[in-house]
Nanobody, 127 residues
Framework: QVQLAESGGGSVQTGGSLRLSCAFS????????VGWFRQARGAEREGVAV????????FYADSVKGRFTASRDDAKNILYLQMNSLEPEDTAMYYC????????????????????WGQGTQVTVSS
């Protein structure tokens, strides 16, 4: 079991910044993929940035490359998402998802591959 808790959402204007935090904990220390996904109203949940606890470069969706940065605090088991140059198209509920995984290849962009989810945090960007 993996428990996830997101925080840091809010409302900003176009061009603004937010930092999301995902605190994760579990009953074991198995390697995991932990990532940020988002779901806009009426749309499917999509992968934004996914990282592997064993290291390696995070995956980023093309729409956020150069604007969003995922980073890990391994001591605290927190995954951050620094979001800069926000656009109205970034408006969505942002979720933290996790799956146990033997290696980085398992860290896909597809929400269907992830078994554990937080409650989500809303990000709203106004023009």
């Amino acid at each position: 079991q993996v428990q996830l808790a997101e925080s840091g959402g809010g409302s900003v204007q176009t061009g603004g910044s937010l930092r999301l935090s995902c605190a994760f904990s579990g009953t074991n220390d198995n390697p995991k993929c932990v990532g940020w996904f988002r779901q806009a109203r009426g749309a499917e949940r999509e992968g934004v940035a996914v990282a592997f606890s064993g290291g390696g470069s995070p995956f980023y969706a093309d729409s956020v490359k150069g604007r969003f940065t995922a980073s890990r605090d391994d001591a605290k088991n927190i995954l951050y998402l620094q979001m800069n140059s926000l656009e109205p198209e970034d408006t969505a509920m942002y979720y933290c998802g996790a799956r146990e995984a033997p290696n980085l290849v398992w860290c896909t962009r597809y929400a269907r591959d992830y078994a554990y989810w937080g409650q989500g945090t809303q990000v709203t960007v106004s023009s």
